[in-house]
């Protein structure tokens, strides 16, 4: 399986970077986050995801308070499948000095009212001008020593799981009408399930759907050492077609495995739980959706042929 | 003194994001830095700064490696003006799919060097495409609980001091030779000078130099509610103006103040210290320079008349 683009640009950054040993950073470059660990007390978590005019959204399509609150749900949902508790949030912010005042207020008060309600307050950041607008958020969670959920330890025998319904974001994308566009313009990032999958669940292994099911799989198998078999119903969103389902990028629900005779409840504060399929033995990234190899098309910024 | 731009968006966001009451952030937007307090142990300070093409560097003048390591100097003379140790980064990219493999190399080259050599360990970040390059970064550096160097600790009756020399790298930007080129391509973050600051000095405010002194100095003097005087002679790089001393910005040399009866050391560690002026009574942020008022001409990016 041989991936161009991001992934093998994330290689040579870990290459270049080596290894954090010696520092306290305990998980280093290539999950969903990085993790700080103090000399005592909880670990923090970190993550930073971009928003950029023309890549990730359109002025035209995208009122900017839903601009403002996708660009810290990015990274709340990264902090979700670490099962961390946000604690703040940084923001970078540049545009032309010709925006208008009101759209860079809107931007501001849809950030600043996801941070409240998650706790994520706005602590700083840096503002500059540029030709078109673009942002970048930090992320900040906390999580009891050691305990992070990471996408690195899924087991052989493990089943796999997902919360939500898939291609929602997609379906919106292209509809612009209904459930399916609330949801693309204003994912909701699943921290309290989060905390449930670690806490009581006791998942081995999570990571957001941000990019589409078929790529953050692989990228939980991949790390993982492990091949995934998809062989349940998929939970598909209402109205979405099975190629937006499987990978279609942005729905910001948990992929996640639980030990084998773990009791999946059906739903958790609202949001169904659905068992997908098994992890197994296999090629390192390996999946199977309904007996055929399920190759990972979900969105990758730097992949060379274009986007299906 | 009215100033648009930078200072007035800065307030609308304050507004707009409350205060961080309740949370664990002690220190929010408008300092160099955030600080967030752990239950036990360190405070953790944070900060972020982009580096955009054709805003803050040029790819025609500026190598990619000065490029990486100045997009990290800057976020560690924030943790220098704190007094901050730094613990690690978080790194955001763009790029066109069209850029050179050598170009971002020798970017990540020069950052990952910089990390190492500082203790910034790179822990992670993002990657995206854009239409040109730009990035943002997060440092994060640990102080003792509550000793963080801020900028709005400056009282009547303390002496104005600053580390270096003033105006080298708007000479070496408009020279393009010698020793203010090199300073103006790799800054060097007064990290170990922070410390020191902080722990032996006991100054009572600091903030770096890094949009230029009239602009720096007139921002430590509103956070701390004081008027400032310059009347020393300054300590100007060889071969730079008074304008480029007085208003130039990227020297990131530290700017702090200090109990009137300290004892200034002539340097720390082969870098020089100069006491230039005094902390009065007076408006806050107003600033006398050789008796007459020294407005704040330093680079903004958002002021509405271009910067002279």
Redesign the interface.
Known sequence: LKLTG?VE??K??QR???S?AG???VL????D??I?R?????D?V?????M?Q???FVRATHPPAAVGHKALARGLSDLAAMGAEP??S???V?FP?TAERAWI?AF??GF?RL??DT?A????????????F?C?V?A?GAVAQGQALRRDGARPGDVLCVSGHLGGSALGLASRRGAAWRRHLRPNPRLDLGIFLRETLRATAAIDVSDGLSLDLYRLCLASGVAGRIDGPLPVFHGATMEQALHGGEDYELLFTLPAKTDLPSAYAGVPLTRIGTIERGPPGYVEFRGEPLPPLGYD??RVSPHP
């Open positions: 991001e640009l994330v040579m950054i270049l970077a080596g954090p520092s306290r950073v280093g470059i290539g999950d986050a990085a700080y103090p000399k005592t007390g909880d923090l970190f993550t930073t995801d971009m950029i023309d890549v990730h604690r703040f940084l923001l970078s540049a000095m207020t501001f008060r600043i941070a409240r706790g307050v706005l602590a700083g950041g840096d503002l500059a001008r540029a030709e078109r673009f970048d930090s900040c910024h730097f």
